[in-house]
């Protein structure tokens, strides 16, 4: 004897409705890997819970099987926006690419490929940063002989004044 029909409708007591969820999220998931393997179909399941879990599972890369669909759908699932979006990012990846390369070779690493011509343009660079480097650090010196001299001029200040005290206090004691 089976299981009678069960009524589709929403499930109020949320926990029953976690549950049921796991479970049945499960059994999709098993019966999606089971049509692909067996039918060697490529098959897509995204869910997102009551939460906003996402589970997916993909036979084949996910960005494949959405570009199959618009194509095969008609559908855009995404827009101009979205496509300038992922050129930016593109793009900056590029960038942040060609900087990391930039810097290795301002480590000294990597310097092979380089032609001559880039190579001079890399001692310029360098030497020109050494320069900066070196002026950076010879104000740092003229500032710190400058507050050594004004210490040097406060700690006069202040012995003479705390001899003067002294000399004023042996002077009352002697009275």
């Given at each position: 004897?089976?299981?009678?029909?069960?009524?589709?409708?929403?499930?109020?007591?949320?926990?029953?409705?976690?549950?049921?969820?796991?479970?049945?999220?499960?059994?999709?998931?098993?019966?999606?890997?089971?049509?692909?393997?067996l039918c060697d179909?490529?098959?897509?399941?995204?869910?997102?819970?009551?939460?906003?879990?996402?589970?997916?599972?993909?036979?084949?890369?996910?960005?494949?099987?959405?570009?199959?669909?618009?194509?095969?759908?008609?559908?855009?699932?995404?827009?101009?926006?979205?496509?300038?979006?992922?050129?930016?990012?593109?793009?900056?990846?590029?960038?942040?690419?060609?900087?990391?390369?930039?810097?290795?070779?301002?480590?000294?690493?990597?310097?092979?490929?380089?032609?001559?011509?880039?190579?001079?343009?890399?001692?310029?660079?360098?030497?020109?940063?050494?320069?900066?480097?070196?002026?950076?650090?010879?104000?740092?010196?003229?500032?710190?002989?400058?507050?050594?001299?004004?210490?040097?001029?406060e700690n006069k200040?202040?012995?003479?004044?705390?001899?003067?005290?002294?000399?004023?206090?042996?002077?009352?004691?002697?009275?």
């Open positions: 004897m089976g299981r009678g029909k069960t009524e589709l409708k929403r499930i109020e007591n949320s926990t029953n409705r976690q549950v049921t969820f796991a479970k049945r999220k499960n059994g999709l998931l098993k019966k999606a890997r089971e049509i692909s393997i179909a490529d098959v897509s399941v995204v869910m997102f819970s009551e939460a906003g879990n996402m589970t997916e599972y993909s036979s084949a890369p996910l960005i494949e099987q959405l570009a199959r669909y618009q194509k095969e759908s008609g559908k855009t699932l995404w827009d101009a926006k979205h496509e300038r979006l992922s050129a930016e990012i593109d793009r900056v990846r590029k960038e942040n690419s060609n900087l990391q390369i930039e810097l290795r070779h301002l480590k000294g690493e990597d310097l092979k490929p380089l032609s001559p011509q880039e190579l001079h343009a890399l001692e310029n660079a360098l030497e020109d940063g050494y320069a900066g480097a070196r002026a950076k650090i010879k104000e740092h010196h003229r500032k710190l002989k400058k507050n050594g001299r004004l210490l040097e001029e200040r202040l012995s003479a004044t705390y001899q003067q005290q002294q000399q004023n206090k042996w002077n009352m004691g002697a009275m």
